[in-house]
């Protein structure tokens, strides 16, 4: 399907009403993190050319911050792939369900929760 079918505003908002959607007793524990939605993953030299990702944690999880992370580290990156997700996806309640779950999936990355976890709980 075109992703056009959906503007990068309503998209934003679906974006958006995911993070409302983590529960202050979570999210008062996110630190230094930064959320941005990019139309497709690009894939790095290393990896198959026609990788597909709806979202992308990259930074340290709390788990494995020490004394040193304080000291300037860049912020944590959550990328949220809008295109990817638009395509496949039928309908406006499909993008709303899957940017929900992407968005935990990544958050739950940067509290230290590995794939095969998350899988486990249906958030993978």
Known sequence: MDAAWMSEDEFEAAVDA???QIPRSIAKHMDNVAVF???HYVPHAHEDPH???LGLYEGIP???RGEWYA??????????????ILEIC???EDVIEEVLVTVV????????????????????
């Not at 000291?71 to 990817?84: C, V």
């Not at 999936?105 to 976890?117: M, P």
């Open 62 to 64: 709390l788990t494995e």
């Open 105 to 124: 999936h990544e958050f739950a990355h940067h509290f230290g929760i590995g794939d095969a976890r998350l899988h486990e709980l249906g958030w993978g």
């Open 18 to 20: 995911a993070l409302e």
């Open 90 to 92: 039928e309908t406006r």
């Open 51 to 53: 990788t597909v990702l």
């Open 71 to 84: 000291a300037g580290s860049l912020p944590d990156r959550i990328t949220i792939f809008r295109e990817s």
């Open 37 to 39: 939605i990019e139309d």
